[in-house]
């Protein structure tokens, strides 16, 4: 059907085209910028602990909290702790915006060609897209609806079955390496976001470094 397809040109010299039917996304670090909440709750849950926060910090990008409190503190009751990082991160608004670009791109796409896959908890996922002036997507896929954390590909599968389209013809736009091996193993092409990892971190088809000259078209 026309209109069915996009087109997303990425900048560089020269330009690369990439074809897909949907865009499926990321959410911190790839459309809202929410280093300064991430790192703020974090800081403080390890000072509460005793625990290494910059290694924790290391962790955490593109984790479930339950995944992340489990790796870096097996001995504390995962239910307990994150249902305090959960009060701490939904009251944080320090520093939100949309990552460079954002916005006019997801104004470019229809409401059934994107998704947002993020390992955030659904009502954070809401405040942080809206903190940063972002639209909600009519597919939202949260941590709480998925049972295991990326690099499972389950949430990128959900997302594309949420939007009627086959792996295949998704493509994946994540910012660390759990997220760039969870698309991967969804069977989908991935574009990287270089705002929290070096391209050379990143296994991934293209980089953009943010949205700012890339283009979308339906065709």
């Known amino acids: 059907m026309p209109g069915d397809a996009l087109e997303i040109k990425l900048p560089g010299?020269?330009?690369?085209?990439?074809?897909?039917?949907?865009?499926?996304?990321?959410?911190?670090?790839?459309?809202?910028?929410?280093?300064?909440?991430?790192e703020k709750t974090?800081?403080?849950?390890?000072?509460?602990?005793?625990?290494?926060?910059?290694l924790l910090l290391q962790l955490s990008p593109g984790r479930q909290q339950h995944a992340t409190i489990t790796m870096a503190a097996p001995h504390l009751d995962p239910d307990a702790e994150?249902?305090?990082?959960?009060?701490?991160?939904?009251?944080?608004?320090?520093?939100?915006?949309?990552?460079?670009g954002a916005r006019p791109l997801l104004a470019a796409l229809a409401p059934r060609q994107?998704?947002?896959?993020?390992?955030?908890?659904r009502r954070l996922a809401e405040i942080r897209l809206s903190a940063a002036g972002l639209t909600l997507p009519r597919v939202l896929v949260t941590a709480d609806e998925v049972p295991a954390s990326k690099p499972s590909p389950v949430g990128?599968?959900?997302?594309?079955?949420?939007?009627?389209?086959?792996?295949?013809?998704?493509?994946?736009?994540?910012?660390?390496?759990?997220g760039i091996a969870a698309g991967r193993a969804a069977g989908m092409?991935?574009?990287?976001?270089?705002?929290?990892f070096g391209a050379d971190q990143l296994d991934a088809d293209h980089h953009i470094a943010d949205y700012l000259g890339v283009q979308?078209?339906?065709?």
């Open 13 to 38: 010299k020269p330009s690369i085209a990439v074809t897909c039917r949907a865009l499926l996304f990321d959410m911190d670090g790839t459309l809202v910028d929410s280093r300064p909440c991430v």
């Open 189 to 196: 092409r991935t574009i990287a976001i270089t705002t929290a």
């Open 156 to 178: 990128y599968l959900l997302a594309a079955a949420g939007l009627g389209v086959e792996p295949a013809d998704c493509v994946v736009i994540e910012d660390t390496p759990v």
């Open 42 to 54: 974090w800081r403080a849950w390890c000072d509460r602990h005793g625990l290494d926060a910059d």
């Open 82 to 100: 994150a249902g305090w990082l959960r009060r701490a991160e939904e009251n944080c608004r320090d520093g939100l915006t949309p990552i460079r």
């Open 216 to 219: 979308v078209r339906s065709c």
């Open 114 to 121: 994107w998704a947002v896959v993020t390992s955030a908890w």
